[in-house]
């Protein structure tokens, strides 16, 4: 009897041992890079609470500096030790990562899904075909505009169905051009211009250009950005700065930080700057302009247009727990959860599904509703940058284009047709 009972003690605790030594096991942790600073990690964290319960699978965040995020994943990539299970990728970068095959297809993540998803961001994330990224987070460069100043000097203001046109534009930029020193330097400029040798002033020529109804490359494939509507593109962001003096000098060292800081004084009348800006100007801890902007489409030459893309999350093709972080993506980018992150960290809508929960909450205002609306038809009818590994070299290459035509060292011709060698250098 003493021994059925010793062995009875035996197994139980046997049984104890394997159950868990067996939750030890389950209870996996991956490791997810994000970009440092930026407003979705600290959402991702309170989201990532109910995952860990629903899962047992915890999270380690890796943060990374903006100005070393891409340097830095490719080192971690290109070494294959596996230390990352699920990368942030902005959409530049998605082509160059995807051909280096440093991230794994996901299409069959979102396969019952897909037709939830707006179509830009799906094609900000994919190269040659193939999904690399599931978008979480939808980008798109708006328009932004003093509705005080433009009810004060009787300027139309736009719409959705009526953008601004450039001779609009440059009319308004004249009149809120005000000069109120008595150094005889205007208080507040009516435009701004990003000139900075850095990839962001890069989307402010490529909206020009593609507003004109312009593009880098022909369908052909060879390299069209030096034609008549190239150079008259770039031209029309020199003359902003240096013939109409409409837009602050020093622009070939500015970029979207300048951008939203002189914005944000109520510095600048009417400004274009990617969807992050919103929720800064409409902080009155930091902002003059409270109550005092709106946003609309991009303004609009032969169309109204501007850069569309998104940040999406992906797999390494080194990564170590590819089931845990497969579970982490489906849960980030559910309908609900993303309905969680844009209250979160407010931006356009990435599902259809998702923009249907916003407005039916109502967790929004009808003013912010509507402005979201507005950033969701910016990503819809925005373009997006040509899907191919050779961007970021080419990105640099207009980067150098840009600052060198803003600066004055060449003319934006000269600046267009070097850059066109260069690039068609690189592709050959």
Not at 101 to 130: C, H, N, Q, T, V
Not at 285 to 295: D, H, L, M, Y
Request: hydrophobic fraction near 45%; charge should be negative; charged fraction near 20%.
């Amino acid at each position: 009897m003493a021994k059925s009972r010793h062995l009875l003690l035996y197994v139980t605790a046997a049984m104890l041992l394997l159950v868990l030594t067996g939750q030890a096991i389950a209870a996996k942790t991956i490791t997810v890079a994000v970009q440092a600073g930026a407003p979705e990690p600290a959402v991702y964290k309170e989201l990532s609470k109910k995952f860990t319960e629903q899962t047992g699978i915890q999270i380690e965040w890796i943060e990374l500096p903006q100005e070393e995020q891409r340097s830095k994943l490719i080192i971690e990539l290109m070494s294959g030790s596996g230390a990352f299970d699920v990368i942030a990728l902005d959409h530049p970068w998605v082509a160059e990562f995807a051909a280096a095959g440093f991230i794994e297809p996901l299409d069959y993540l979102i396969a019952d899904e897909r037709d939830d998803f707006l179509p830009s961001p799906l094609a900000a994330m994919s190269y040659d075909g193939k999904l690399y990224a599931i978008p979480q987070y939808a980008v798109a460069v708006i328009m932004y505009y003093r509705t005080d100043l433009f009810e004060q000097y009787g300027l139309r203001q736009p719409t959705v169905e009526q953008p601004l046109t450039w001779d609009e534009l440059l009319e308004a930029a004249r009149v809120l051009t005000l000069d109120e020193d008595a150094d005889g330097r205007p208080d507040i400029y009516g435009t701004f211009v990003m000139g900075k040798r850095h990839p962001v002033p890069v989307s402010g020529f490529m909206d020009a250009l593609h507003q004109s109804g312009g593009s880098v490359f022909a369908e052909d494939g060879s390299v069209i950005v030096h034609s008549p509507d190239g150079i008259a593109s770039l031209q029309r962001l020199v003359d902003l700065v240096h013939q109409h003096k409409v837009a602050p000098p020093g622009a070939a060292s500015f970029d979207h930080v300048d951008n939203h800081t002189m914005f944000l004084q109520g510095q600048i009348g009417v400004t274009m700057n990617w969807q992050y800006a919103y929720s800064m100007f409409k902080d009155p801890s930091q902002s003059k302009v409270v109550g005092k902007f709106a946003i609309a489409p991009c303004p609009q030459n032969v169309v109204s247009t501007g850069q569309a893309g998104a940040w999406g999350l992906a797999i390494p093709t080194s990564a170590r727990n590819k089931q845990e972080a497969e579970q982490w993506i489906k849960f980030i980018t559910s309908p609900e959860e993303m309905y969680n992150l844009r209250l979160g960290s407010f931006g356009p809508a990435v599902r259809y599904s998702e923009l249907e929960l916003l407005a039916g909450s109502g967790e929004l205002d009808p003013q912010t509703l509507q402005d979201l609306q507005i950033m969701t038809r910016a990503v819809e009818v925005g373009y997006v940058i040509p899907k191919i590994p050779e961007w970021p070299q080419i990105e640099a290459i207009l980067a150098e284009a840009v600052s060198a035509a803003i600066s004055q060292t060449k003319t934006a011709e000269q600046a267009l047709s070097d850059a066109a060698r260069e690039i068609q250098s690189i592709m050959q």
